[in-house]
């Protein structure tokens, strides 16, 4: 099984600036990584697919890159609304896996 | 639209037996994977398995392989996952996700999620 790495735990980010989040995997996906966003009390939103596509809604400010077993999300100039937790997940092995999250919150 | 509705919420006591619902509309079903992951209290998410309802191929992770059961009923466009002697352990919520598009294992879009209490 691949294990999914998200650091840090949290981040604490005032509105407006920027956010790097990382992901890191115990073997290559490839480019099989997906980014997803929650907020509380809601479901997971798909952010990013391929590890660098965004999905058809998802604001520019958010961009993501990394191949193998490295990734990053990056939030530039945080609005209210992207406080969250964001999770990571290989689609490129079975069983697929999700990272532990990474909890973005207000500075 | 694509959309996943899930069944509603549900109180069991432990050892009862469990079959929870996704039903999907706005597609083809049988085209796409449909995944269930589990979230626990203040908890992350955990991928339990999935299933391609043109076949029923379906695949666990290795900690739900034993403990639930994933199927598919393409005359009704319908998603289960079930259980057979529910625990305390499984209070949690459960969401279907349905993969965003054919080929791809990313899940673009997700049921309401279902809210699983287990309670003596």
Redesign the interface.
Known sequence: EIVMTQSPPTLSVSPGEGATLSCRASQSVSSNLAWYQQKPGQGPRLLIYGASTRAPGIPARFSASGSGTEFTLTISSLQSEDFAVFYCQQYNNWPQTFGQGTKVEIK | EVQLVQSGAEVKEPGESLKISCKGSGYSFTRFWI?W?RQMPGK????M??IYPADSDT????SFQDQVTISADKSTNTAYLQWTSLKASDTAMY?C?RT?SYG?????Y????TQVTVSS
């Open positions: 995944g992951v992350g998410l955990e991928w398995g999935v695949r666990y992770c290795p969401y996700a965003y791809s294992g990313s899940y673009g997700w049921g309401q999620g």
